[in-house]
């Protein structure tokens, strides 16, 4: 059984910054591949970043340049720093785990909510 658990949600203004922290816990490795992604209502749910292994990141091209995704291996922690928020980042942010890479099998957080609003 794997458990993640999400905090740093919340409601900020454009142009400010948020840091989305998840942590795995359970029978999954600490260097699994993780991620975090969004969903607003009536969309599918898409990825907004990625990190497996050492270290090897991937972002959506709308959060390029704002977003970082980070992980610290001996809290099994991956954050997600948001920097130059936007209206349309508003969203229900998830924490995804795999137990390895290219897995079908998806483990999900209980998602955190992320508005970005004047």
């Known amino acids: 059984q794997v458990q993640l658990v999400e905090s740093g949600g919340g409601l900020v203004q454009p142009g400010e910054s948020l840091r989305l922290s998840c942590t795995a816990s359970g029978s999954i490795f600490s260097s699994a591949p993780m991620g975090w992604y969004r969903q607003t209502p009536g969309k599918q749910r898409e990825l907004v970043a990625s990190?497996?292994?050492?270290?090897?990141?991937n972002y959506a091209d709308s959060v390029k340049g704002r977003f970082t995704i980070s992980r610290v291996y001996a809290k099994s922690t991956v954050y997600l720093q948001m920097n130059s928020l936007k209206p349309e980042d508003t969203a229900v942010y998830y924490c995804n785990a795999k137990p390895q890479i290219g897995s079908a099998i998806n483990y999900w957080g209980q998602g955190t909510q992320v508005t970005v609003s004047s």
């Open positions: 990190i497996v292994g050492f270290g090897v990141t």
